[in-house]
């Protein structure tokens, strides 16, 4: 299993996730589609040419959605219970059509579970940047983690 278990994470340990994605006009529109977001911003070319961006910004849930997914295979796949929510989600840079994006994740919290002592839960920071290494985005998520099994 490439996701690691509870005890296996430190806070502070810090993860470059190989794994980087160009976003496309498809991903965006189709990303916008499937999550019923009409925001012309996101998907009407021509109104976006008359906006502060002049060109249409990638929806920012696709953003949170990549930063999350992109981290998976390195720290969660196959060893976490569940997603218990996301904090402190911010992006201070837009992202466009063409940027490419990676991303890093750190630790930043490990807690035993008061309701299942059989699990752990880790609060991940992950954070998102673009191909000039500006930070477009980040989140706090705090998963409920499998233990080392015995």
């Excluded at 430190?10 to 996730?17: A, D, E, K, N, Y």
């Excluded at 006009?25 to 109104?47: C, G, K, R, Y």
């Excluded at 839960?121 to 499998?146: P, T, W």
Aim: net charge negative.
């Amino acid at each position: 299993m490439p996701g690691l278990y509870f005890e296996e994470f430190s806070v502070g340990q810090t993860f470059q996730h190989e794994i980087r994605r160009t976003i496309t006009e498809a991903d965006n529109v189709w990303f916008s589609a499937l999550t019923h977001n009409p925001q012309p911003l996101h998907i009407d070319a021509e109104f976006a040419k008359h906006t502060e961006y002049g060109r249409p910004l990638v929806n920012s849930c696709l953003t949170l959605a990549f930063m999350v997914g992109i981290s998976v295979n390195d720290t969660t796949l196959g060893t976490t219970v569940a997603n218990l929510g996301w904090n402190d989600v911010r992006f201070p840079k837009p992202l466009f059509h063409g940027d490419t994006i990676h991303i890093e994740t750190e630790v930043a919290e490990l807690r035993d579970s008061k309701s299942r002592p059989e699990n752990g839960i880790v609060v991940f920071e992950h954070r998102a940047y673009n191909q000039h290494d500006e930070l477009v985005g980040v989140c706090k998520r705090s998963a409920l983690m499998h233990r080392v099994p015995k």
